[in-house]
């Protein structure tokens, strides 16, 4: 039974990256973002986000600052080149996360010392990792220019800040968790089995993040 958990976890997960890297450009592509087509003036988007137009907005913290490009058409073009890297950054938290949630499953549920004393060291590096990649992902597409528009339908932008809201907050939790359990010896197992199950919500809810990304229009 293990054995098949754990080969339906590894295609899962190869089925998942295959398909994000083959997509790679998703995002930048489902804006219809093309210099070749872009006018020379443009404004800023009327339904800007709300986070986003404190950063990017007229009166935003980044315009007071006069951080960033000078023209619109320079903003859309760095939007491109920070969401590009968003993607490809998200693929290796996800490969990242895919490792520590493996070996931090086997940590929780097994007995064995010697598999403890080899891989507890790999797993605790494995998140720092992971942590500074994913948090170096968000901040791509946080602090990324506006984009050209945002529609108000359903999509697959407003899918992936949907699931991200969701991965992001079980990532916040997951160092957190782990810290306490170390500190409050009462409470280890209960913290430990909190920090598994906000490491399970991380890397799940990424991997349907890059599925939906992928695939819904």
């Not at 404190?54 to 935003?60: A, N, Y």
């Not at 529609?151 to 306490?180: E, G, V």
């Amino acid at each position: 039974m293990n054995d098949l958990k754990k080969y339906i976890f590894k295609c899962f997960f190869i089925f998942t990256t295959i398909f994000s890297i083959l997509n790679g450009q998703s995002i930048v592509t489902k804006e219809s973002y093309d210099a070749r087509f872009t006018p020379r003036e443009i404004g800023l988007p009327e339904n800007m986000p709300y986070v986003k137009s404190l950063i990017w907005g007229e009166e935003g913290a980044f315009r007071k600052l006069n951080i960033g490009p000078e023209t619109r058409i320079e903003e859309l073009q760095l939007r491109r080149k920070m969401l590009q890297a968003h993607q490809w950054l998200g693929i290796i938290t996800l490969a990242g996360l895919a490792y520590q949630y493996d070996v931090g499953k086997k940590l929780y549920d097994g007995n064995d010392s010697d598999y403890w004393e080899s891989h507890y060291d790999k797993h605790k590096a494995m998140g720092y990792f992971s942590y500074m990649t994913y948090m170096s992902t968000a901040s791509m597409s946080f602090f990324a220019p506006p984009a050209r528009k945002y529609d108000n339908n359903m999509n697959s932008i407003k899918f992936h800040r949907r699931m991200a809201a969701l991965h992001f907050t079980a990532m916040m939790a997951q160092p957190f968790l782990a810290k306490r359990a170390v500190e409050n010896g009462k409470r280890y197992n209960e913290l430990m089995d909190a920090h598994l199950k906000a490491g399970t919500v991380a890397f799940f809810a990424l991997s349907l993040d890059a599925l939906g990304i992928t695939f819904f229009k």
